[in-house]
Structures are given as C-alpha cells and as structure tokens.
C-alpha cells in the first residue's frame, strides 16, 4: 500500500539550515548543520501510518480540533495556533535565529520553539524524536540540569528546555500553564538564560528580516506575496558558499 506524504508545509531557516513544519506543527524534516547533512527529523519521507513512529518535532494539544498558521509580517517566522474542542488555544511560535552580532551575521544550525497558551487551561505534551542514519539509529540520550543531549552517529544535538526533562523524555501530558521553549542545536552551552535567550533571538530575528524586506525593490501591487517569494528564496541560499539550495529536501517521492 502506498500513502502520499503530507506538503502542506511552512519553511523556517536561516540561511544556514532550514526545517519544513506540518500543520500540526510538527517538524517533520530537518538537516543538520548543514542543508547536506543527514536529516534529523525525517518523517516527512514516511507513510502516514508509520509517521507518528519516525523522527519528528511536535507538540500535542488534547482534544485538537482546528489549526491556524501565518508567518509574522515580513518575516521567516511560523507562527501556528492549536485549537481544542474546549476552546483551549496553544501558540507555537518557530524560526531559525538570524540576526546580525559583532558585525558578523549570527545564524547557528539552530531551530527555536517557543509555546505559549492564549486561552483556556491546555493539556499538552512535546515530542521530539530525533533519529540518526536516515531514521535507522535511534539517539542515546543522556541529561544535564536543564538540558537534553541526543547523541547520533553523525553529530551530538543538545536541546536546552524550560519544559521539565521529565515530561519530554516520556512524553507525558500536562498542564500548559506559561509559556516554555525549546532550543535544539549543537551541544553547546547557552550564555543566558532559556526563556531570555529565546526571547532576544525572536526579537533580533524579527528585526533583521523586517530590515532586509525594507531594502526589497517592490510593486505596488501583490507586495504581501512578493515578499513571502523572496522571503522564500532567500530561506534557499547557502550563504557560507552562496550556493542556491534547489529544494530544501530530496526528491520526494511516493513511499
């Protein structure tokens, strides 16, 4: 039996590496370092009925009715809603930190996951299920005080999170009652706080890409679409070489 993969998705990145995200806001492909690499999240390539089993990034809100997605204005940041059949609203907010630092562009092989509550009292529970050799490895994973390490036969990838390692590592259901994030890239320690780093990446990353749309020669007309292309386009570039990626994944292909 053959099922098609799902591509109705939204694109984060930074130039650097990029991670394709599901209506359900799950992360579902995703290569590290680089655009290249073997995939860390890989369930995009699976069947429907073995998705849920491979390698992915997700959270789950009990009783999911409905979701909404939209990136914020001249930005490659995804914003996704969740919406339960209780009226309970989760906001999950994703991108890839770019911004410039030291006169140097800042863009680390990094996704940044930021989850809030809009309405209601939320149970949810985060999944993240990285997998090594095209899905074939399953990580050893080990903890630090307020961080997960996920060893993989290619590279080692640390997720520094104000979720409890608890509730991440079993995947367990729980009341969302503040926001929490969730950085995973390399097995690096964080200079500031989670919930303070986060923030400051998302405020600087908005910055940069609302300065780069300002400097687009538009028309008048379609300038919403116009952006998003370009927006898009730029999300393809490799910009250590000036490479353009031809597409952010493999050929995809019927499973």
Sequence with gaps: MTTEANLDLAVIGNCAISALVDRMARIVWYCSPRFDSA??????????ADAAREGFMGIELDGLVRTERSYDAGTAILRTRLISDKGD???????????LSHDRMFRPAQLVRRV????????VRFIVRP??????????ITR????????????????NTSVP?????????FLLTSPV??????D???????????????????????????????????QDVVIRAAITLKLCQFEETGAIVAAMTLSLIHI
């Design 89 to 99: 609203v989760v906001e999950v907010t994703d991108f890839a930190p770019r911004f």
């Design 144 to 159: 630090g005080s307020h961080h997960l390490r996920y060893e993989l036969p290619e590279q080692s990838l640390r997720l």
């Design 181 to 186: 994030s969730m950085l995973l890239g390399p």
């Design 165 to 173: 390692l608890t509730y991440v590592v079993g995947e367990h259901w």
């Design 131 to 140: 997998k090594g050799d095209w899905g074939a490895a399953e990580p050893v």
């Design 39 to 48: 995939p860390v999240f890989q369930s995009l390539l699976c069947g429907s």
């Design 188 to 222: 690096e320690t964080l200079a500031g706080s989670i919930e303070n780093t986060a923030r400051e990446f998302e405020e600087h990353t908005t910055v940069y890409w609302r300065g780069w749309t300002r400097r687009l020669a538009l028309p008048y007309e379609w």
């Design 116 to 123: 809030r509550s809009l309405q209601g009292q939320p149970r």
